[in-house]
């Protein structure tokens, strides 16, 4: 489950605006207060926005990437509002709080709430374009965030980098994200600082989407509107720069394999010389195994590159299958070794040049694959493993132990 952190507090509007009547002061208030909020139906519009000011890391085999950036929010401001904030100065709060979470963080290694250099305080009072008067809060962060990375297209990869989050225990009835009323952009980042040089930003963008909780939480079998909560996804897709790293490793593997063919050029019989060739060759692609390790992606499956290094090194261990064949004892195990090591130097050379076509064409593909997904909706889904317990059928007890 995605670990949540209380970040920042925003004023909500009641769609009901009666408050409730009290007398009591002090605890007693604050807990009727409370009591109301979460009892009364809200109708509430907050706009959020983020702006990302450096992008300090994305570590694909970790499945995290480290931001520090500045989130915005706004709300509308009731004529109570508008009053405090003349008398309060640097106290000044909205009159209703409600918390807003991050989703997705691993850590948040700071983060604090800008001041008004004006007024002092959190909270600051901005028109939008049609002279409405909105609170609006910035908290300043620098985190780790956890996001699920695809590397299977290296070097061609896209990725998203996520920023997720929820409207704490409001309903999607009582609280909507918007675009932000007193900014033009809902999400932005400046590239100006980046310490990622391997991955350029392609496309920034944002997404809304609801969740029924209880639904997720009974695996399907039950169903509750009250429990459907609002999330907010800001994305920034970024995309690997490949050059680079092709020059680095494909070119030089290329080159390790066509060495390798140079082993046809020796007798059939000299056996002793093609083996002695060909393992320094296999020594050579394990050595430059552990050089790459530096630029690959440590995953649990295949990537591009990794498919094509093992072609390479399966073509030096076919090269020794048959120096073996054709060599052993200087006759070979075969009749007319000579002339079967000849045609098969000529099928290598041409089997050879089909595999890197074919590489080509299938990294061609890969690339275009990976293109597509620059602008395509987001997909964002709750993934959860929960022990639904039939309360009817158990009787509303713990099934007891065998």
């Given at each position: ?89 640097a ?103 980046s310490a ?7 496309r ?12 997720a ?34 070119v ?26 060909l ?23 295949f ?84 022990n639904?317990?039939?309360?009817k ?10």
């Open positions: 489950n995605a670990i949540h952190k209380t970040i920042s507090k925003v004023n909500l509007k009641m769609a009901d605006t009666t408050a409730p009547s009290t007398t009591t002061t002090g605890g007693a208030e604050e807990k009727d207060k409370d009591d109301y909020i979460k009892t009364k139906a809200l109708n509430v519009e907050l706009g959020i926005r983020v702006r990302i000011d450096q992008l300090i890391d994305i570590d694909t085999s970790r499945q995290e990437y480290v931001v520090k950036g500045m989130l915005d929010r706004d709300w509308i401001a009731t004529d109570e509002d508008l009053l405090n904030h003349k008398t309060m100065g106290k000044y709060k909205p009159s209703v709080e409600v918390d807003i979470d991050f989703i997705n963080d691993v850590s948040l290694n700071e983060m604090k709430y800008a001041i008004d250099p004006v007024s002092g305080s959190t909270t600051r009072l901005s028109r939008d374009a049609n002279g409405v008067w909105y609170n609006r809060q910035r908290i300043e962060f620098n985190g780790r965030f956890a996001q699920e990375f695809n590397v299977r297209s290296f070097p061609f990869d896209v990725q998203d980098l996520s920023l997720v989050f929820s409207a704490a225990i409001f309903t999607a009835k009582q609280l909507t994200f918007v675009p932000m009323h007193t900014e033009v952009s809902s999400v932005s980042v400046d590239r100006t600082f990622v040089r391997d991955f350029a930003v392609v920034t963008d944002v997404f809304t989407k609801n969740f029924d909780h209880t639904y939480d009974t695996m399907g079998h039950v169903s509750d509107e009250n429990d459907v909560c609002p999330y907010v996804v800001f994305r920034v897709q970024v995309k690997r720069e490949w050059s680079a790293l092709m020059h680095r490793i494909v030089w593997l290329f080159i390790l394999g066509a060495l390798s063919l140079g082993v046809l050029s020796y007798p059939h019989a000299d056996i002793d010389g093609r083996l002695g060739f393992i320094t060759m296999i020594l050579t692609l394990v050595a430059f195994q552990f050089v790459m390790q530096s630029e690959l992606p440590r995953v649990a499956y990537t591009l590159i990794d498919k094509y290094y093992v072609a390479i090194f399966s073509i030096n261990i076919i090269l020794i299958v048959e120096s073996i064949v054709v060599g052993h004892g200087g006759k070979g195990l075969i009749n007319d070794a000579k002339r079967v090591d000849e045609t098969f130097a000529i099928v290598a050379a041409i089997v050879f040049a089909v595999v890197q076509v074919f590489f080509m064409g299938y990294a061609a593909f890969l690339h275009k694959k990976e293109l597509a997904k620059i602008g395509k909706t987001a997909i964002f889904r709750l993934d959860r493993l929960t639904y317990l039939n309360l059928e158990n009787k509303g007890k713990y099934p007891v132990a065998e």
